[in-house]
């Protein structure tokens, strides 16, 4: 819901920086790496309680998360590039919970549990939007260019990212906090699923 708000205001910088990497030689694909990486030692450093340290951690593994982009419209992007930055993506969005889970598993497993079904369901209904979206041709902008097609919802990166901060912040509200998000989660899941049967349903 947000993403398209924020996009007039971060991309400019992260273009400008995107260029400067980029004829540097550097690739998109490592500045993922480096994402991903910067968000397991996130998660980890949520497995160890060291919370300004992991919200640190978060808030640089999602500046190369949105990084990665700048320095592929700057050089070439790839569907590779574009397979490989939704799947670090994934990857970070469950290992933050699954961290809180694993830190205290009798006061936050049930919540994480539910987190992470909704985080699953949610994406199924992103990928199948996309796939369904490629084969009619259809194309937006409107999250910038991307390799496959991002369909808007009510929560989207920006929205997971505060997330995750307040999760850093107030770590002993990781309950009632998971237990909002993965409503939310679940209610843009179906929306996209409305969405889709109203476009796609003739094809």
Same mark, same amino acid.
């Given at each position: 819901? $947000? ?8 991309? @400019?910088?992260?273009?400008? $920086?995107?260029? /400067? ?8 694909? /490592? ?19 060291? /919370? ?5 951690? =978060?808030?640089?593994?999602?500046? +190369?998360?949105? $990084?990665?982009?700048?320095?592929? &419209? +700057? %050089? ?7 397979? #490989?930055?939704? #799947?670090?993506? #994934? =990857? #970070? ?24 079904? %909704?985080?699953? =369901?949610?994406?199924? %209904?992103?990928?199948? *939007? ?8 259809? !194309? ?6 991307? %390799?496959?097609? *991002? ?12 997330? *995750? ?10 309950? @009632? ?11 843009? +899941?179906?929306?996209? =699923? $409305? ?5 796609? &349903? !003739?094809?």
């Amino acid at each position: 819901m $947000l993403d398209s708000r924020i996009r007039p205001f971060i991309d @400019p910088p992260l273009n400008r $920086l995107g260029h /400067w990497l980029a004829l540097r030689g550097v690739r998109a694909d /490592w500045v993922t790496a480096l994402g991903l990486a910067l968000g397991l030692a996130a998660a980890a450093a949520v497995l160890g309680g060291f /919370w300004l340290l992991a919200l640190g951690l =978060v808030l640089a593994s999602r500046l +190369a998360d949105g $990084l990665d982009g700048a320095v592929a &419209r +700057a %050089s070439e992007i790839s569907d590779f590039g574009g397979f #490989f930055d939704i #799947f670090a993506d #994934f =990857v #970070f969005y469950a290992a933050i919970p699954l961290a809180f889970v694993l830190a205290d598993p009798a006061a936050n497993g049930a919540a994480g549990a539910f987190l992470l079904a %909704s985080f699953y =369901v949610n994406a199924a %209904s992103f990928l199948g *939007f996309a796939i369904l979206a490629e084969k009619a041709r259809m !194309r937006s902008d409107v999250q910038g260019r991307k %390799s496959i097609y *991002f369909s808007n919802g009510l929560l989207e990166g920006t929205e997971t990212i505060i997330f *995750f901060v307040a999760l850093c912040l107030f770590p002993a509200a990781f309950v @009632p906090l998971a237990l909002i998000f993965a409503s939310l989660c679940l209610l843009t +899941a179906v929306l996209r =699923v $409305l969405a889709a049967a109203r476009l796609f &349903r !003739r094809g």
